[in-house]
C-alpha cells in the first residue's frame, strides 16, 4: 500500500495538500522516534510536490530532529522537489484551478459537494482552522508571506488581495526559486550540514557522527519494512546538481585542483589582518556548485587510497554528482526543455565542476577497493565528455609514465582502468582532439598487460582495447600522400554530429585557462593531425604484436575439460573471452593491407600448431576474422580443414567409441583443432558459405559416419550446428564505427583520423543485414533432407524391437542423435507456429489459470518476426514441421523404450535423450541469441551514441518481436506424451538425469501453460506410500520448484492435495527425503495466505459509478451482457469451490495434527498452516481453536509458539465480528470499539495542552468518565499540534462491554471458555510460562496470549487463574516471578474494558499485594523482568485506568531513601519511575515537578548506579518539557509561522530552558567544589565528581546544547583528571558526540565563544592543547553553518595558541589551523600567508644567552608553524605561492635551533609523502633554486661539508 501511494501521489490534487498536513502532522510527537518517522513517511508518501507550500515547515521539523533514518529519507524528497521545480510552471498557482477536482468523496465513498476545505490565510493568532471558500475563489493554497519571487507563498502577489479573481495575477510565473534553488540560505546551510554528517566519515574524535544511528536504534522494528527510499548519497548528489544555477556573483577563475574563494567580511584579528568588506562571490557564480566544493575540498584527503571503506561512498558520492549533472545537461539542450533561461547550467559552471572533481577522482582512482574504482571510472568516464582536455592530459600524465616503469601491479591496474574510462577522451576529435596523438604510444605500453600469468591485467587491459577499437580504423596514413587540409574542413560527404551542447541557449562565458592551462603550450589542429598521421605508422607493428601476444596466451592455457569448464576453470574462460572480443573489435576495424597481415598471422598460428588445450580459442579466433570479412576468411581456412580432416578420418581420428568427455587422445587432437578452425570459418558466412555447398555437404557425411568418440561427434554436431545457424539467422554483417558507404569511401581511407569517436543519430545509421536468401535455404533443406532424415530413420531403427542394447547401441544413439538435435537447435526461426481459435479455447480447458472463463484467459497475437517460414500453406513449412513433429514423436518412443529398459549403461543416452527434448520444446525464436545484447557499448553523449550501441538496439529490437512470439507455445498431444515422459525422467534413479529433466520441467512453465497443472497428480502418485526411494525423491525435488509448489499453495482447489500427500510422506523415515519435505513445507508455509472472500461482498458507489460510465462508453459489440453474467456466476461456483477446499483442508489438517503418530516437524507445519486458516471471512470452527489452545502449552516451543500466534489472532477476529457485521469493515479489519469516542479538540491552545498534561495526574470520575470521553490511551495529537482525538468512556458497572460475542463464533467462543476455565490448562501453561529459559524480561507472546482469553472470558477466568498467579508469587525463583508477571501483565491488560466492578474487584485483589510484588519480591535477577511488567501495563494506555499502580509507584518514589546503606532500594525505585517516564512519555508531566525537585537534591547520591538512573531521569524530564512554539497548536498556525518567522527564530522550542537556572547555579559552584575535592583514591567520592557524573548525559538531541553549554569549562577540566577515569571519559564522550549533532544557529556562537576562552584562558596545557582538537572536529562537522566571520575569529584564536608558551600547544594548533585552513576562503589564506612570511623574516635570534632568547624563538617557532600550516593544508596540490614558502622560508630555517628545525623538517617530509603521486607534474611549479632547497630539507647536508 506505501508504494501504491507513492506511486499514486502524482494524481492527488494539489489543493488538498493543506488537508493533508492537517490530517498527518498531528500525529508528529518529538519525544517518539517512532512517531516522528511515521509521520515523516506519511507526509513524504502522500504530499502532492507541485506546490510545495509545505516545505518550509518540514525543514524546521528536520532542524530539530537528529536521526540518519529521517535525513535518508527527507533527502530523497528534496531531491524530487529540486528536480521537478526547475520548470516554474509546475508550481503555477493557476493550475490548482485549472485541475479537475473530482477525487473528493464523503465518507459514504460519495462524491463530495461544496467547496474543498483549505486554510484561512487570516491573523495567526484568530485562525480558522476549518473554512470552506466558494468555487469564485481562485485560491485554494493560501499561506501568508512565504516570500517567493515577490509571492505570497503561491498565492497572490504581495499586495494584492488574494481573493480577486484569476486574471490579476502576474502574467509570467517565475517559480518558487529562493537564494539557494529552492530554498532559502538558512535552509540549504542546514542541508549541507546534514549532507556532510551523512558521509559518515570516522575523525579522530571516534564517533561524533555515530549520534544518528545510535538515536536510530530506538526506532521499532517495524520500520524496515516500509519500501527504502533512494541511498542518500544518491539523493545528495542529485539535490545538490538540481540546485545548480547562476544565482550569484563570479568569482575569478580557479587556478587549483579543488578551487574555491570566499571573500570575508570583517576584519582585525591576532595579526591585525585588515580584511575589507567585500560582496560575496561563488564558483562559476552557482551558490550550490560553491557549497559543493567547500564539501569536497573538506573531504579531499579521505579521497586518498590509505583511507577505510567509507571511501567507496565517497566516490559513489562523486558518480551520482557527474552523472546527475551530465542529465541535466543533456535535458537542457532538448527543445522542449521548461528551464528558465536564467536557471540553465553554463558552460563555467560545468568547466568548474570537473575542476573541483578531479583531484579526489585522480587520488581513489589508485584504491584496492572494486567498488570505489568502479565509482571514479563512471566519474571520468563522464567527466571526460564534459571537459576532457581538464581530465585526458593529466590521467595521460600518470598512466604513461606508469605504464613505461616496473611499479606495483595495483598502480599498474589502476592506470589501465583509468584509460579505459577516458577512452573516448582519447579517440574522439570531437570530445578531445589532441588525445588521438597519444594512442598508439599508449596502445605500444599496453601490449605486455596481455600477460598468461595476470588474469586481471588481461581483462583490464581488453576491455581498453575494446573501448578504443570500436572508436577508430587501424590504418596507417603515412602511406597515403594528402594534400594539406585544414583540420577543421572535412570531406563534403561527411556531415558531423554537432553536440548539442554547442546548441545550449544560455549565455557561455569564455573559459580563462588557469595557470596550469596555458593556451601557448597547446598545438594547432593542424600540427595535432600531423602527429596523429606519424604516430599511425605504427599501427602495423602494435596489430603484429597484439595478435602474438594473444597467440601466446592461446598457447599457455590448461588443458581443455568437459563443457561447462572450459578452459580449465573460470578464470581462464573469462581470460580468454576478453582477449577474443578485443581481438573481435580490432580485426573488424582493420584496413585491408592490416587485415591481411593479421589474416595471415591467424593462417599461420592455425596452420602449423596443434594445441589440444587451445581448441575452443582457436575456434574463437578464427571467427574474429571470419566476422571482419567472410570470403577471405572461407577461402583460405576452409579448403585447408576440410582437406585435413578428411586425412584425420582416413587414418582412425576419433574412431574410439566413447559417450563422455574423457581425456583427449592425441590422435584426435588434429580433427578437433581443424573442425573448430572450419566452425570459426563459417562464422557470419551467409551467402559466401554456398560456394562450397557440396563441400561442406560431403565433410559432414563423412564427420557424421566416422567420429565415434564424445568429443569427435559433438564437434561434428556443432559444425553442422554452425553451418545451418550461418544461414538461416539475421545478423549484422559488419559493427564497424561508421556507417559501411562511408567506410568503403575513399575520403576515409584517406583521412579516416577526422572520423574517429563518430557518433551517430539514430536514424542515421545505416545497417547491411543477412537475411537468409533462396538459395541458403534451398541448401538448408538439401542439409535437412540429405543428412538429418535418414538419421532420423537410423534412430527409430536404433529403438526397434530388434536393436541389441550394449556399448555400441549406447554410442550410435548418442552420436545420431547429437547430430540431429545441433540441427534443430540451429533452427529456432526456421518456421513460425500458428494456434488457431479452436486450439486456443481447447487449451483453456487445460490451462493453469483455474475455473475461469475461456474468454478471460489471455493469448497473444503473432507478429512479422523475421521467420523463414510464416506460411502454413508452403510445402516447405510443411516439410519442416513434419520433421520436426518426427523428431519429436522419436523423442517420446525413445522415452518409452528407456525409460523401462533403462540401466546405468544407458544414462549417457537418456542425458543426451533429456537435452534434445530441451531443443525440441525450447530452441525457437530468440533462443540462439540471447547474449547478442551487451553493455560494451552503452556509452552515450547525449541522445548521440556510437553507431555499435544503435546496432544492438536494433538487434534488440528484432530479438524483441521473437521473443513476443514465444510467450505463448502451442501444446498438442505429443508435447504433453514428452511432458509426461519428462515427469517420468525426473523420477529416474539416477541423479544427474533427474535433476536435468527436473530443471527443463521447471523451464517449460514459463513457456507453455498448463504445465503445471498436468504435472501435480502425476508428481503425487510417486509420493503413495510404498513408492520406490529414488522416484519419491524425484518427485519431492519436483514440487520443490517454487513454479510448483507455491503454484499449488496459491491456488485454495489445490491445496488439500499437495497437503495430503505432502503429510503422508512420513511413512518415509529417509533423512535425504525427510529434508526435501521439510523444505516443501517451508515454501507452503510461506506460500499459503489466508483465505478471504469477504471483498466480493463489499459495495463501493464510485466503482458502481464508474463502471456505468464505462459501460456507456463501449461500442455495443462489446458490451456483452450475458458474458458479465456468466462471469458473475462463475466467480461465485469459483468461490464454493474454494471455500469447500479450505473446510477440507482445515480438517485434513486438524487429524493429522491431532494425530499421536504425527511427527513433530509435520505437527509444527501443520499448526503453522492451521494459523493461516484462522479467517475474518468466515467464523472460527470450535474444533480448530481447541485443538489451538490445547498446543499453547505443548511440550515443543514452536508448537507453542505458533499456536499462542494463532489464539491471538482467532480473539482479534472475533472481536472484530463483533464489533461490525459489514464487509468493508472485516476486509479492511475496521474494528469499532463502542466505548471509542473521536472527536475534534475544541480550541485548542497552550493552555488547552496544560490542562490535558495536568489531567493524568489527577484522580478519575467514574461518573463523569461513563458520560464523556475522558481516558486516552493512545495519543494521537498534541504534542506539535492539536486535532482529532480518540478517547473512550468508561465501561458500564455491571454490563459487559463486548458480550455477547459474535453469534456465528458461539461453538469456537464456548470451547475458549471451557478450556480457559479449567484449572489443569492453566497448571500446564503456567509450568512452561515459568521454565527456565534465557529470557530476563517478560514474553510479550505469552503476555498477549493471556491477555487475548482474558478478554473473551472476562472475569469468569480470575477464579481460576488467581490461585495460579498467588502460587508463583510466593516462589522468589526468577523464573517463577517471570511466569507471575506474563500472567499478571496479562490480567491487568486484559481486565482494560472488562465491568469497573469487575475491575475495582481485581484491584482489590492485587493493590494489596503491591508491596510484595514490587517491594519484597523484586531481587537483582527478577528487577527487569517487573520493569517489563510495568512497561507493558502502563504504555499505550490512560495511566488513570491503572491509578493503584501509578499511586503506588508515585508514593514510593518520592519516598525513596537515596542515601540509605543498601544501594538496591534506591536503585529498584529509579528504575522502576523511569520505566514509568518511558511508557507515559510527555503523559508524566504532570509528576515531574516533585520528582525533578527530589532527583535534583540526590543528584551527589553516595550510589553510582543510582546516581546513572537519576542523571537519565533528569535527561527524560527536559525532553518531556521540550514544546514547540506556534502561538497555537494548530496545523495551519504551525505551518504559516514556520514559513514567515525569521530563521533563528526558535518555533520547535529547542531553547525551552526547562530548569535551566537551576543549572546554571550548579554550574557557578562546580569551580569551589573543584577545590575542595577530596585527595587520591577518595577523589570519585567528591560532591564535585558525584554532581558532575550525575549531569553528564549522552548528546543525541538538538535542545540537549542549552544544558551542555554552561558545562563546557568543567567538562573540558574533567576531561583531563586523572585520579577519575569515568568521569574523564564520559566528559570526552560527550564532547565528542558534542561535536556530531547540528547545534540551533542561535547556539553556534555561544559555543565557540566558551571553545575561544577555554584555549585563550586555562591555565592548564593539557587542556588547551585538547580543546584544539575538538574545535577542528567542530568546524569540520558543522562547517556551512559557521559564519565567515567566525571563520576568522576561529583562525585569530588559532594564530594565537602558535605562540603558546608550550610547544606541544603550538604544534597541536598548527595541525587545527592546517586543518581549518584546509576549509576556508582563500583569500584569508593569502593575508595569513604575508603575515607568516613578514614575522618568519624580521625576527631574528639572538643569543641563547640574552633573556630575550627564549620569547623570540617562541615567536619565529610560531611563525614557522603557520607557514608548516599553510603548506600541510594543501596535501595534493601546489598552489603558484607555495614554492615560494618552500624554497625562500623553510629553507633559511632548516639549521635553526629546535623545535624550529624539527618543525621544518617534518613538514617536508609530509610534503614529500603526499605530494609522490603528482610530483610529476607538482614539480614543474618549483625552479631550480626552490628545488634545491626543498632536496636540502628532506636529505640535509654532508657532515663533512
Not at 510552471?89 to 493550475?95: E, K, L, M, N, W
Request: a negative charge; hydrophobic letters at 40%; charged letters at 25%.
Amino acid at each position: 500500500m506505501a508504494q501504491l501511494a507513492e506511486l499514486t501521489r502524482r494524481f492527488f490534487h494539489p489543493a488538498c495538500a493543506d488537508e493533508m498536513v492537517d490530517t498527518i502532522l498531528p500525529s508528529f510527537n518529538g519525544l517518539d522516534l517512532n512517531s516522528v518517522l511515521a509521520t515523516q513517511y506519511y507526509l513524504n508518501t502522500f504530499l502532492p510536490l507541485s506546490h510545495p507550500t509545505w516545505l518550509p515547515m518540514l525543514m524546521r521539523m528536520w532542524s530539530a530532529v537528529n536521526s540518519y533514518m529521517f535525513d535518508e529519507r527527507h533527502f530523497a524528497l528534496l531531491a524530487q522537489l529540486a528536480e521537478i521545480h526547475l520548470d516554474p510552471a509546475i508550481s503555477d498557482p493557476g493550475r490548482i484551478d485549472e485541475i479537475p477536482d473530482d477525487a473528493r468523496l464523503d465518507e459514504n465513498g460519495l462524491p463530495e459537494e461544496g467547496p474543498r476545505l483549505r486554510w484561512n490565510t487570516g491573523d495567526a493568532q484568530h485562525p480558522s482552522s476549518s473554512v470552506r471558500v466558494d468555487g469564485g475563489l481562485q485560491l485554494k493554497i493560501q499561506r501568508q508571506g512565504l516570500g517567493i519571487n515577490g509571492i505570497d507563498g503561491l498565492g497572490a502577489p504581495n499586495g494584492v488581495d488574494a481573493n480577486s479573481s484569476k486574471n490579476q495575477y502576474p502574467k509570467l510565473w517565475t517559480g518558487i526559486f529562493k537564494d539557494v534553488g529552492i530554498f532559502t540560505q538558512e535552509e540549504w546551510d542546514l542541508i549541507m550540514c546534514k549532507c556532510l554528517a551523512s558521509m559518515e566519515i570516522p575523525l579522530a574524535d571516534a564517533g561524533s557522527f555515530m549520534t544518528g544511528p545510535v538515536v536510530d536504534e530506538q526506532a521499532s522494528f517495524e520500520f524496515s519494512r516500509l519500501p527504502k527510499s533512494h541511498w542518500r548519497i544518491y539523493s545528495l548528489a542529485k539535490l545538490i546538481v538540481y540546485t545548480m544555477a547562476p544565482d550569484g556573483k563570479q568569482l575569478p577563475h580557479s587556478g587549483t585542483a579543488t578551487p574555491f574563494e570566499i571573500p570575508v567580511v570583517g576584519g582585525g584579528g591576532y595579526f591585525n589582518i585588515p580584511i575589507p568588506k567585500a560582496e560575496k562571490s561563488y564558483l562559476a557564480g552557482c551558490k550550490a556548485l560553491d557549497s559543493l566544493a567547500k564539501l569536497i575540498v573538506s573531504l579531499e584527503s579521505f579521497f586518498h587510497p590509505s583511507n577505510g571503506s567509507y571511501t567507496t561512498d565517497l566516490s559513489a558520492f562523486l558518480k551520482y554528482i557527474v552523472f546527475e549533472f551530465s542529465k541535466r545537461w543533456h535535458l537542457e539542450t532538448l527543445p522542449d526543455c521548461k528551464v528558465p533561461m536564467n536557471r540553465r547550467l553554463t558552460s563555467e559552471i560545468r568547466r568548474e565542476l570537473v575542476r573541483c572533481l578531479r583531484t579526489p577522482c585522480f587520488l581513489a582512482m589508485f584504491s584496492s577497493d572494486s567498488d570505489t574504482v568502479s565509482n571514479i571510472q563512471s566519474a571520468l568516464k563522464s567527466m571526460t565528455i564534459m571537459e576532457a582536455d581538464l581530465i585526458v592530459p593529466p590521467i595521460l600524465e600518470r598512466a604513461i609514465p606508469s605504464l613505461e616503469a616496473l611499479v606495483e601491479t595495483q598502480r599498474t591496474l589502476a592506470v589501465i582502468k583509468a584509460l579505459g574510462a577516458v577512452a573516448l577522451g582519447i579517440v574522439s576529435r570531437d570530445v578531445y582532439y589532441g588525445g588521438a596523438k597519444h594512442l598508439v604510444q599508449v596502445l605500444e605500453l599496453l601490449l605486455p598487460g596481455i600477460d598468461a600469468n595476470d588474469p586481471l591485467k588481461t581483462v583490464c587491459t581488453t576491455a581498453f582495447l575494446v573501448e578504443v577499437s570500436q572508436h577508430i580504423m587501424f590504418s596507417d596514413l603515412t602511406e597515403v600522400e594528402l594534400a594539406a587540409v585544414s583540420s577543421d574542413t572535412k570531406d563534403a560527404s561527411w556531415s558531423p554530429v554537432i553536440s548539442r551542447a554547442d546548441l545550449i541557449p544560455t549565455v557561455r562565458f569564455d573559459v580563462v585557462p588557469s595557470p596550469s592551462e596555458e593556451p601557448a603550450s597547446r598545438l594547432s589542429n593542424e600540427e595535432e593531425d600531423g602527429l596523429l598521421r606519424d604516430s599511425t605508422a605504427g599501427f602495423a607493428n602494435w596489430v603484429t604484436g597484439f595478435i602474438r601476444r594473444v597467440i601466446v596466451l592461446l598457447e599457455n592455457l590448461p588443458d581443455e575439460s568437459a563443457p561447462g569448464s572450459s578452459n580449465g576453470g573460470g578464470t581462464e574462460n573469462t581470460v580468454v573471452s576478453a582477449a577474443m572480443e578485443a581481438c573481435s573489435q580490432i580485426c573488424s576495424h582493420l584496413s585491408e593491407p592490416l587485415f591481411d597481415l593479421v589474416l595471415d598471422l591467424v593462417w599461420n598460428f592455425a596452420t602449423t600448431t596443434v594445441r589440444a588445450n587451445a581448441v575452443r580459442a582457436a575456434h574463437q579466433l578464427v571467427e574474429c576474422v571470419a566476422r571482419a570479412n567472410s570470403a577471405k576468411t572461407l577461402k583460405r581456412f576452409l579448403p585447408y580443414a576440410i582437406q585435413n580432416i578428411r586425412s584425420e578420418l582416413d587414418h582412425g581420428a576419433s574412431s574410439v567409441r566413447t559417450t563422455t568427455y574423457s581425456h583427449i587422445e592425441p590422435s584426435d587432437a588434429t580433427l578437433h583443432w581443424n573442425i573448430a578452425i572450419l566452425r570459426g570459418a563459417l562464422y557470419h558466412g551467409g551467402k559466401a558459405v554456398l560456394g562450397y555447398r557440396e563441400e561442406l555437404s560431403s565433410v559432414i557425411d563423412a564427420l557424421h559416419r566416422k567420429t565415434f568418440s564424445k568429443r569427435g561427434f559433438s564437434y561434428t554436431g556443432k559444425l553442422l550446428y554452425s553451418l545451418l545457424d550461418t544461414l538461416t539467422q539475421m545478423y549484422t554483417l559488419e559493427d564497424r564505427f561508421v556507417n559501411p558507404d562511408e567506410w568503403d569511401s575513399a575520403s576515409f581511407r584517406d583521412g579516416h583520423h577526422k572520423y574517429w569517436g563518430r557518433l551517430y543519430a539514430a536514424e542515421d545509421v545505416e545497417i547491411q543485414w543477412h537475411i537468409p536468401s533462396s538459395e541458403e535455404v534451398t541448401f538448408v533443406l538439401e542439409l535437412l533432407t540429405r543428412h538429418v532424415e535418414p538419421t532420423l530413420s537410423t534412430l527409430e531403427s536404433l529403438i526397434s524391437e530388434t536393436a541389441t542394447r550394449n556399448e555400441t547401441w549406447e554410442n550410435d544413439f548418442c552420436r545420431h542423435l547429437s547430430f540431429v538435435r545441433n540441427a534443430f537447435a540451429a533452427l529456432p526461426t526456421i518456421r513460425q507456429e500458428f494456434m488457431s481459435e479452436s486450439e486456443i479455447l481447447e487449451s483453456c480447458g487445460s490451462s493453469d489459470v483455474l475455473n475461469e472463463l475461456p474468454e478471460f484467459i489471455a493469448s497473444v497475437k503473432p507478429i512479422k518476426s523475421g521467420f523463414i517460414f510464416d506460411d502454413p500453406s508452403d510445402p516447405r513449412y510443411t516439410l519442416v514441421s513434419a520433421l520436426r513433429d518426427r523428431f519429436g514423436r522419436f523423442l517420446h518412443s525413445a522415452s518409452e523404450k528407456l525409460v523401462d529398459e533403462g540401466d546405468e549403461n544407458t544414462v549417457d543416452a537418456i542425458l543426451m535423450l533429456i537435452r534434445s527434448c530441451r531443443t525440441y520444446f525450447l530452441d525457437y525464436g530468440d533462443s540462439s541469441h540471447k547474449k547478442v545484447i551487451t553493455s560494451r557499448n552503452s556509452a552515450l553523449l547525449g541522445d548521440t551514441p556510437i553507431r555499435s550501441a544503435g546496432l544492438e538496439l536494433s538487434l534488440s529490437a528484432g530479438l524483441t518481436r521473437l521473443r513476443w512470439n514465444g510467450l505463448e507455445r502451442r501444446r498438442g498431444k505429443l508435447e504433453d506424451s514428452l511432458i509426461d515422459d519428462l515427469l517420468r525422467w525426473s523420477t529416474w534413479s539416477y541423479a544427474t538425469g533427474r535433476a536435468s529433466a527436473q530443471a527443463l520441467v521447471e523451464s517449460l512453465t514459463s513457456a507453455y501453460d498448463g504445465i503445471r497443472k498436468r504435472c501435480l497428480p502425476q508428481l503425487y502418485r510417486y509420493l503413495e506410500k510404498g513408492s520406490d526411494d529414488d522416484r519419491m525423491k524425484g518427485a519431492l525435488y519436483t514440487l520443490n520448484l517454487s513454479n510448483f509448489c507455491k503454484f499449488a499453495m496459491g491456488e485454495p482447489t489445490l491445496v488439500h492435495d499437495l497437503t495430503k500427500y505432502m503429510f503422508g510422506c512420513q511413512w518415509n523415515e529417509k533423512p535425504s527425503i525427510q529434508n526435501c519435505v521439510s523444505s516443501i513445507a517451508d515454501q507452503c508455509v510461506s506460500g499459503f495466505v489466508e483465505p478471504s472472500f469477504v471483498v466480493y461482498q463489499v459495495q463501493y458507489p464510485p466503482t458502481k459509478k464508474n463502471l456505468t460510465r464505462l459501460r456507456d462508453l463501449l461500442p455495443t459489440s462489446l458490451a456483452d451482457g450475458a458474458l458479465v453474467r456468466r462471469c458473475a456466476v462463475n466467480r461465485s461456483e469459483r468461490q464454493a469451490k474454494q471455500e469447500s477446499a479450505m473446510v477440507d483442508v482445515r480438517d485434513i489438517l486438524l487429524r493429522i495434527a491431532e494425530n499421536p503418530q504425527t511427527h513433530w516437524k509435520y505437527s509444527i507445519t501443520a499448526i503453522r498452516l492451521l494459523r493461516t486458516l484462522v479467517r475474518r471471512d468466515c467464523p472460527l470452527h470450535a474444533s480448530h481453536i481447541e485443538y489451538l489452545l490445547t498446543q499453547t502449552h505443548a511440550d515443543h516451543p514452536s508448537m507453542r509458539y505458533y499456536a499462542q500466534r494463532a489464539v491471538m489472532k482467532a480473539s482479534r477476529y472475533i472481536k472484530l465480528r463483533t464489533s461490525t457485521d459489514s464487509p468493508g469493515d472485516i476486509a479492511f479489519y475496521h474494528n469499532h470499539n463502542p466505548l471509542r469516542r473521536t472527536f475534534l479538540t475544541p480550541q485548542p491552545s497552550h493552555e488547552y495542552t496544560a490542562e490535558y498534561l495536568e489531567s493524568f495526574g489527577s484522580p478519575l470520575d467514574h461518573a463523569v468518565a461513563r458520560e464523556e470521553p475522558v481516558l486516552q490511551d493512545k495519543p494521537c495529537s498534541g504534542w506539535l499540534v492539536w486535532k482529532y482525538q480518540s478517547r473512550f468512556l468508561l465501561p458500564d458497572p455491571a454490563k459487559s462491554t463486548f458480550q455477547p460475542w459474535d453469534p456465528a463464533s458461539a461453538p469456537a467462543i464456548d470451547a475458549i471458555k471451557r478450556l480457559a476455565q479449567s484449572t489443569p490448562f492453566w497448571d500446564k501453561l503456567s509450568t512452561h510460562f515459568s521454565e527456565e529459559n534465557y529470557h530476563e524480561t517478560t514474553v510479550m507472546d505469552n503476555v498477549a496470549n493471556v491477555k487475548s482469553l482474558v478478554q473473551l472470558v472476562e472475569e469468569d477466568i480470575f477464579p481460576v487463574l488467581r490461585p495460579v498467579i498467588e502460587k508463583l508469587l510466593s516462589d522468589k525463583d526468577q523464573n517463577k516471578q517471570r511466569g507471575a508477571a506474563e500472567l499478571l501483565a496479562g490480567l491487568l491488560g486484559g481486565s482494560k474494558h472488562w465491568p469497573t466492578e469487575a475491575q475495582d474487584r481485581l484491584w482489590a485483589w492485587f493493590t494489596p499485594k503491591l508491596d510484595q510484588i514490587l517491594g519484597t519480591n523484586v531481587k537483582t535477577d527478577t528487577l527487569t523482568i517487573w520493569s517489563s511488567f510495568l512497561e507493558y501495563i502502563l504504555s499505550n494506555r490512560d495511566p488513570r485506568r491503572v491509578q493503584p499502580l501509578i499511586d503506588w509507584l508515585v508514593k514510593k518514589g518520592l519516598s525513596a531513601d537515596f542515601n540509605s546503606e543498601s544501594s538496591f532500594e534506591p536503585i529498584k525505585m529509579t528504575f522502576f519511575i523511569r520505566t514509568m517516564i518511558e511508557a507515559l512519555g510527555w503523559r508524566f508531566a504532570s509528576w515531574t515537578p516533585a520528582f525533578l525537585e527530589l532527583y535534583w537534591n540526590q543528584i551527589g547520591c553516595e550510589h553510582d548506579e543510582v546516581t546513572s538512573y537519576i542523571a537519565e531521569a533528569l535527561a527524560a524530564f527536559c525532553k518531556i518539557s521540550w514544546r514547540p512554539t506556534p502561538s497555537q497548536p494548530i496545523s495551519e498556525v504551525f505551518a504559516r509561522e514556520c514559513a514567515t518567522r525569521p530563521p533563528d527564530d526558535d518555533i520547535m522550542g529547542l531553547e525551552h530552558g526547562y530548569h535551566l537556572d537551576a543549572l546554571l547555579n550548579l554550574a557557578t559552584e562546580f569551580p569551589e567544589m573543584r577545590k575542595n575535592r577530596h585527595p587520591g583514591a577518595l577523589a570519585p567520592r567528591s560532591p564535585y565528581d558525584r554532581k558532575l557524573m550525575t549531569r553528564l548525559q549522552e548528546v543525541n538531541a538538538t535542545s540537549m546544547f542549552q544544558y551542555i553549554i554552561p558545562m563546557l569549562p568543567e567538562l573540558f577540566k574533567a576531561a583531563e583528571l586523572q585520579d577519575h577515569d569515568a568521569l574523564a571519559r564520559r566528559s570526552q564522550t560527550l564532547l565528542t558526540a558534542l561535536c556530531g549533532v547540528t547545534p540551533p544557529l542561535s547556539k553556534l556562537p555561544e559555543l565557540l565563544e566558551v571553545i575561544f576562552a577555554t584555549i585563550r584562558k586555562s591555565p592548564s596545557w593539557r587542556i588547551r592543547s585538547n580543546t584544539l582538537p575538538m574545535l577542528q572536529i567542530l568546524y569540520f562537522r558543522q562547517a556551512p553553518i559557521i559564519s565567515e566571520e567566525m571563520v576568522v575569529r576561529i583562525q585569530d584564536v588559532l594564530s594565537e595558541c602558535l605562540s603558546d608558551e608550550v610547544v606541544e600547544v603550538r604544534e597541536r594548533a598548527a595541525v587545527t589551523l592546517s586543518g581549518i585552513l584546509r576549509c576556508s576562503p582563500r583569500r584569508t589564506i593569502l593575508l595569513l600567508k604575508d603575515r607568516f612570511v613578514r614575522e618568519a623574516s624580521r625576527i631574528s635570534l639572538p643569543s641563547r644567552n640574552t633573556p630575550k632568547y627564549a620569547s623570540e624563538l617562541r615567536r619565529l617557532h610560531a611563525a614557522v608553524l603557520g607557514v608548516t600550516a599553510l603548506i600541510d593544508a594543501f596535501p595534493y596540490s601546489v598552489p603558484s605561492w607555495l614554492p615560494e614558502l618552500i624554497g625562500d622560508v623553510l629553507s633559511r630555517h632548516t639549521y635553526d635551533p629546535i623545535p624550529i628545525s624539527t618543525t621544518v623538517r617534518k613538514c617536508a617530509m609530509k610534503f614529500k609523502e603526499t605530494h609522490q603521486d603528482t610530483w610529476h607534474e607538482d614539480s614543474l611549479k618549483f625552479d631550480e633554486e626552490q628545488m634545491s632547497a626543498l632536496a636540502t630539507l628532506l636529505a640535509g647536508s654532508s657532515y663533512y661539508a
